[in-house]
């Protein structure tokens, strides 16, 4: 064999041999670091989408809260079942049907009395219906309740939230909103960030679907999950069980790669899967190509260079060859020229310089170049495809990350840090907590100690919402809600802030705050009366209107102000509601005690709140012709 063939198959072999242990090295890291980053995203998605449910089911829970918050609403409602009143009712429904028009979201309201029965609904088709043994009455009665997904024809909707209503410590009963659930079913169809085989999902407790497939139909409440994913997620409800992400097959039989998170409030397992064909078989049969691509590259750039070095080397070989076959023949001048010995000893010498020769050759040529060449192309290649990142799903809301044991911020999102002013990520997780907010909260606590209670209570019970004032990076503050979450991430705790910045609702709730407080104290201090109503409903009276009329302020407050008309004057007066008169005119007034009495009432509209109504001040005439005599 020529020692030029030897040389290049030597190249090869040792070429071939080296990548391919180089190139399956590479194969096993970048495939650990695929699967890696694709269940990472996976959890971070489930986990985001969890979140998102949660904030969801607090908003329901605010839809009750905001009936039953009404006060005069309770109070009608406590007087009609007193007295059987028909007034009161129509009161009641009259704040029913305002608050359903205002909100979009209500599909209908109704109310319990304390037995259970709807009295009153503004879905007429829902009145005397007894739903005494259903859990949004069971669970109504003892605090706010959002009720499981159900079929549209059980009661009209596919989720209602009920609370208790309570006026003067006494129970009146369940006040029930109807949603269609479009809040929740909109949060899980959206399939961001899983490709084209994804999907996420709820399921109930007994397993079915309670959110749209992506790929079948009609599956609400239809739909039956049996499967590893299921079984595990229900297998830990109500504890802390770290996430589980494995391959097993779908409710389709397909094979997916799949977690899952268990939402307590609810007894929900929201399941998130994508196709293990396009999680990893793609990436897989790319690296496999990349990695042959590696081998035949580095193959041919070595056999190319061994060419070239075996080339080099054989050449002055074959020039000595043919120099010692000549001194052989008897053609000895021209070495013995340069050398000056004899033939054999010229040969030995020949051969001697032909051996230091090939070592110089291959020491200032040869391998030591050529392995410096395939290290790099190999780092080359796993910088380039080492350079996976954790996809980061964007969020209009500022969420922030926490870790533990310092509780500092380690990540957040875009919007972080527009709210806090920071230019880059690296300037905001710079700053802990607590050069984030001012030195003390307005409850006059240290910003650092309250930081520190509100993190060990979303530690103890999971998750954690309350208001703050916080501080931007230029020392401006503003105030916030937050609603910290704690999540498990491969086995770690962390805490995820969301935080919305509420100044400028909280600064418009205490302006108006404070021009109520500012009418309430001139309205005291004037003799006149002064009454404020809506279409004649009473909204609000200062004291000496009361004291006119021998009411007190509380007993006037919701009834009909045309009840303080004398009979044969309140057609007068209605015309003059009605047609927005602005002019004082006299007229008799009723009192309590059924005395009449000529008053003088000069009313204007104006707008409280958002809303028109007339302010009327009102004078006893008699009062002023006793003091003329």
């Known amino acids: 064999m020529r020692l030029s063939t030897m040389i290049i198959l ?128 069971i669970n109504g009665k003892e605090n706010y309740f959002v009720s499981d997904f159900f079929e549209e024809d059980v009661f009209g909707v596919r989720i209602v939230i009920s609370g208790p209503l309570i006026q003067d410590g006494e129970f009146l009963g369940v006040v029930a909103v109807g949603s269609d659930g479009k809040t929740v ?108 691509g590696i081998i035949i590259v580095i193959t041919a750039i070595m056999s190319l260079i061994g060419f070239f070095v075996a080339k080099f080397i054989s050449k002055p070989i074959k020039k000595l060859t043919k120099t010692v076959d000549l001194i052989t023949k008897g053609k000895l001048d021209v070495q013995l020229k340069k050398s000056r010995i004899d033939e054999i000893q010229s040969l030995t010498d020949s051969l001697d310089r032909i051996l230091a020769s090939l070592k110089l050759a291959i020491l200032r040529t040869g391998l030591s170049k050529g392995e410096v060449g395939l290290g790099k192309v190999i780092t080359a290649k796993e910088e380039a495809e080492n350079k996976f990142q954790t996809l980061y799903e964007s969020s209009r809301d500022a969420i922030m990350i926490l870790e533990p044991p310092t509780w500092n911020f380690t990540a957040g999102n875009p919007a972080t840090l527009k709210m806090f002013g920071a230019k880059t990520e690296k300037e905001f997780i710079s700053k802990n907590p607590s050069e984030l907010s001012p030195p003390t909260q307005p409850n006059g606590k240290p910003s650092a100690e309250g930081a520190k209670k509100e993190i060990g209570i979303a530690i103890e019970k999971g998750s954690n919402f309350f208001e703050w004032t916080h501080r931007k990076i230029d020392g401006t503050d503003f105030k916030a809600t937050v609603l910290l979450t704690k999540m498990k991430i491969r086995g770690k705790d962390f805490l995820q802030a969301t935080v919305r910045n509420i100044t400028e609702e909280k600064d418009a709730t205490e302006k108006l705050e404070a021009s109520r407080k500012r009418f309430k104290l001139l309205s005291e201090v004037v003799f006149e009366g002064i009454l404020i109503h809506d279409k004649g409903k009473i909204i609000d009276v200062n004291n000496q209107f009361a004291k006119i009329f021998g009411y007190s302020s509380k007993e006037l407050i919701g009834t009909n102000a045309i009840n303080l008309i004398a009979p044969e004057q309140k057609g007068n007066v209605r015309e003059k509601i009605s047609s927005q008169y602005e002019k004082a005119y006299k007229t008799i007034g009723l009192r309590k005690d059924g005395s009449k009495f000529k008053i003088e009432i000069n009313a204007k509209k104006t707008k409280i709140e958002g809303k028109i109504v007339r302010v009327a001040v009102c004078r006893d005439l008699s009062v002023k012709k006793k003091n003329d005599r």
């Open 185 to 292: 079913e909109k949060i899980m169809t959206s399939y961001g960030g899983l490709g084209e085989t994804g999907e996420i999902y709820l399921i109930n407790k007994d397993g079915y679907m309670v959110t749209p497939s992506r790929f079948e139909e009609d599956t609400f409440l239809k739909q039956k999950i049996d499967t590893e994913n299921t079984k595990h997620c229900f297998q830990y409800s109500g504890t802390e069980a770290e996430e589980d992400t494995h391959l097993f097959n779908n409710y389709k039989g397909i094979s997916v790669l799949g977690t899952h998170i268990y939402i307590p409030k609810m007894d929900w397992c929201l399941l998130a899967e994508i196709n293990e064909t396009e999680a990893f078989g793609d990436a897989r049969e790319e690296l496999i190509r990349t990695s042959l």
């Open 10 to 137: 030597v190249f090869v072999f040792a070429t071939v041999f080296g990548s391919v242990g180089g190139t399956y090295y590479f194969y096993l890291q970048s495939t650990e670091i695929l699967e890696n980053a694709v269940i990472s995203h996976l959890e971070t998605t489930a986990n985001s989408k969890a979140h998102n449910i949660e904030t969801a089911l607090k908003m329901y829970e605010q839809r009750a809260r905001l009936v039953t918050s009404k006060t005069w609403m309770r109070k009608h409602l406590k007087s009609y079942l007193e007295t059987s009143d028909e007034e009161y009712k129509i009161n009641v429904e009259q704040i029913l049907t305002d608050t359903q028009k205002e909100n979009s979201n209500f599909l209908h309201i109704s109310i319990t009395n304390p037995e259970g029965k709807i009295i009153i609904s503004t879905e007429e088709s829902l009145v005397d219906r007894d739903i005494s043994g259903k859990d949004i009455f």
